[in-house]
């Protein structure tokens, strides 16, 4: 059975750090691309990362704060979080679509693997 987990979520206060991680099994990484997502009731889904084989990116609204990486050993992916903000607060998904590299932006991507989201609060 092929799915992602994610874990690391959790309360903090702005300023602070989180690691999230993403476990695959079922598939492994160094196939796919993973990107990253985040939301918040009421709102549309946001593309934070993604990474590939070849490229890691983050959007510019966590450049400097926000790094992607997977151990292609553990079939793992990682988001680092880092200055978190109360902006950031949101439930963060992991994904994998179906092709080797994830192409120019995160909005071109075409999930067909979620995880299930890990909650990241953050207060002022």
């Known amino acids: 059975q092929r799915e992602l987990v994610e874990s690391g979520g959790g309360s903090v206060q702005a300023g602070g750090s989180l690691r999230l991680a993403c476990a695959a099994s079922?598939?492994?990484?160094?196939?796919?691309?993973m990107p990253w997502y985040r939301q918040t009731p009421g709102n549309q889904r946001e593309g934070v990362a993604m990474?590939?084989?070849?490229?890691?990116k983050v959007t510019d609204s966590v450049k400097g704060r926000f790094t992607v990486s997977q151990d292609m050993n553990n079939n793992t992916l990682y988001l680092q979080m880092t200055n978190l903000k109360p902006d950031d607060t949101a439930m963060y998904y992991c994904?994998?679509?179906?092709?080797?590299?994830?192409?120019?932006?995160?909005?071109?991507?075409?999930?067909?693997?979620w995880g299930q989201g890990t909650q990241v609060t953050v207060s002022s």
């Open positions: 990474i590939d084989k070849s490229s890691a």
């Open positions: 994904a994998a679509e179906r092709r080797p590299y994830c192409g120019a932006t995160i909005a071109s991507i075409k999930p067909w693997k």
């Open positions: 079922g598939f492994s990484y160094g196939q796919y691309c």
